[in-house]
């Protein structure tokens, strides 16, 4: 018998009878044996409802006002899935976020959670219960609804699995798994059937939207092995884990250099043109940015023209905080003292994931190859341990998805791919 | 200044706009300079569709997991009330039954609250928020969500009051007042501007909608002073209190005798024809119903036919209740050893209440000779110390109204009614 965490998304749940077919996948869990948590989201477009709902009477909902109102989704669906859980003849208790004792700390609209006090948890699964937990709320210290925001019910799910020590916590959603590249522009993308935590991190952060990067950051800290599978079918998905291979299974396949190749296309570029090549310039952009909240990725410093000893400076963002980083660089421009500001939403990152690069150093040189053979023109370059990525334009993103995975011998020719860096740590 | 508490049901919270006009009301009493703590439903037919959805996905849902589901209802219709007067620029915050701290019995559906912990609500206010609570619902010991049945908002609000020692409680509602009858049934009916807790319950049990039973047998028990008034203006309504009316005002009057006629056509009555005039019949008969659940109002038995040794007894009942009563009876048929059951559910009641009849023993007279002019029978009777109600065919009851108000000298020729039959109980 077996302790099993299940995470279903809004389109799981999105009518009455989504929730029955459900019902009676849960049922099949618990029928076989297991103990069964599941971890809702709000229906289908419940959400979205609700936020216009708020707009409509105020242009700035208070966030702990907002938060109240979104949390109501969630009540509604994990209450309708006990119903139906409990028609199919099974005990099914559902707790909200502050019944399950998800614990968080106060940022409304972005909560974390710091705790999981799961003593009702425990005892509806003692009592023979299926256990329905609203995904995406908690309560802070003062018993104030939270949301945990965007992904935020794979957060709950993983959080959950870890307090109640769950064997496995399976996150249920439309496709079949991670693949080694998004199969809409890769048809011959292999599916992911195992990969570490870490490299599932920089798959996440780069673009790859399957997991959420919150839940799986928080999945690696607990140990949680998460198990991304279809909700239409009952084939396995990725499991993610740093768990060796058990005993005759694969031990003997070479490890593979690349787990996958990621997208991102909700980039923009800031470049901030003409300032003085001397220390603390830089510094005094990024906190300009920093202090709007916007989050920056990349950053590329040009060389110094040596008779002007200016400089350009060009970083990216996500393109929704674009307005709001050109706001707070316009506001510091003499302070800064920038020649103009350029603004670029016309570009696509290409991100190559994979820990057995810390022990290839041949990588980078190999990437840069495939892309100049089909014509693509380099923008930008970071690098980590074990992820390269570059910047081209927009419109030449797909073409450089596909000549990478090919490159890398990532086409698929049968099977599923095994991607195990574990590092360990 | 005060401290106010005021209830604004479904149809005032319908959509955005209306949740506007709310908060507007709000606010005014906020810029007066009282404390007001808000009462709200679910908007409009939330409910409704929330029953709905639950009857897709099982015929017979878990009562736990059906207050759930109702309680999202509030739960966006106070958020969105709190954004609304946090528009208008004052501070609010809203709470659930739980965060409000109302405690219920487990009651699932039907919940009695036992006990109001209204910490959070007494800070609310002293830091300067409009404090918003979620009507209809609570939670058990076990912090298991409940719900308080029909009228529960009304109920929330008195006792949110009572927990708050506020000044008053307003019952915000589409009509102007508790009336002497009906208006849609005597035009001439007039607002009754003052009434005592005893006489309103008996108002409310006879079938005046405007207030919940509940609601009055908790703000009696309690002393909190009830203002019924409509929220489409500013007028005052009906103000339930056993108070005396304060010096100078309307102390001159002779209370009148009677508080106003209520009618009711929701029962149904049922008669069991031929049973056994002997000791234990109709303990047997009321048992047998009572098992059911259902609340049995009026009873005659009538006058035993001496040669056969049997009789006939009648009760009246919800008309929603009949075929539950019927079905126990069919069940229990040899055992009660009766010859017919008959069923009706073309009755009407009508109820003259007033705390003046206790010293006046003419009352009933003077009812019976009204209905006796208006050519209309009565089939059944029952009286308490202030009321007299009587059984008539349906389609006559609204003739027997006007004729009762008339009777009584309750038609209005101007103003309103002062209706204080106080009994200091």
């Known amino acids: 018998m077996a302790v099993i965490v299940q995470k279903y998304g809004g389109s799981s749940v999105a ?165 080694t590249a998004d199969p809409r522009i890769v048809p011959t993308a292999k ?20 997991l959420n990067l919150r839940c799986v950051e928080y999945g690696r800290r607990h140990g949680v092995d998460i198990h991304v599978r279809s909700s239409f079918s009952a084939h396995n998905g990725t499991l993610v884990t740093d768990r060796p291979l058990p005993e005759g299974e694969g031990q003997m396949m070479e490890h593979p250099l690349i787990a996958g190749v990621a997208h991102d296309r909700t980039e923009a570029k800031v470049t901030v043109v003409g300032v003085p090549d001397v220390p603390g310039t830089a510094a005094r952009i990024f906190e300009v940015v920093a202090a709007t909240g916007v989050n920056i990725d990349m950053i590329v410093q040009n060389v110094s023209a040596a008779q002007t000893g200016l400089t350009d400076i060009s970083f990216t963002l996500p393109a929704d905080d674009g307005q709001k980083a050109i706001t707070a660089l316009t506001d510091h421009e003499q302070e800064i003292g920038y020649a103009s500001l350029q603004y670029d939403d016309q570009i696509g990152k290409l991100s190559l994931i994979g820990a057995g690069m810390k022990s290839h150093p041949g990588v980078s040189a190999r990437l840069f190859g495939a892309l100049r053979d089909a014509g693509i023109n380099i923008e930008m370059i970071s690098t980590s341990e074990i992820r390269v990525s570059v910047i081209t ?28 860096g574990g590092t360990g740590r």
């Open 393 to 420: 334009r927009a419109d030449q993103l797909d073409d450089a998805v596909r000549a990478v995975h090919t490159a890398f011998d990532l086409d698929s020719t049968e099977g599923e791919a095994v991607v195990y």
């Open 191 to 210: 599916k992911i059937s195992r990969i570490s935590y870490e490299e599932m991190l920089d798959m996440a952060a780069s673009g790859a939207k399957v």
């Open 15 to 179: 009518d009455a009878e989504a929730i029955k077919r459900v019902a009676k996948r849960i049922t099949e869990a618990k029928r076989a044996g297991d103990d069964v948590v599941v971890v809702v989201s709000a229906m289908g477009d419940t959400t979205d409802e609700l936020i216009d709902l708020a707009n409509q009477v105020s242009p700035r909902p208070p966030e702990r006002e907002m938060d109240i109102l979104l949390t109501a989704g969630e009540r509604i669906s994990m209450s309708l899935l006990a119903m139906a859980i409990a028609n199919l003849g099974f005990k099914a208790q559902s707790f909200t976020g502050q019944q399950a004792g998800v614990i968080t700390d106060d940022s409304h609209g972005r909560a974390r959670i710091v705790a999981v006090k799961a003593d009702r948890i425990h005892q509806a699964l003692a009592d023979g219960n299926v256990a329905i937990v609203a995904g995406f709320q908690g309560v802070n210290a003062s018993n104030d609804v939270t949301t945990l925001g965007r992904g935020g019910s794979d957060t709950t799910a993983v959080a959950m699995a870890a307090a109640i020590g769950a064997d496995v916590c399976e996150i249920y959603t439309d496709v079949d798994g991670v693949f």
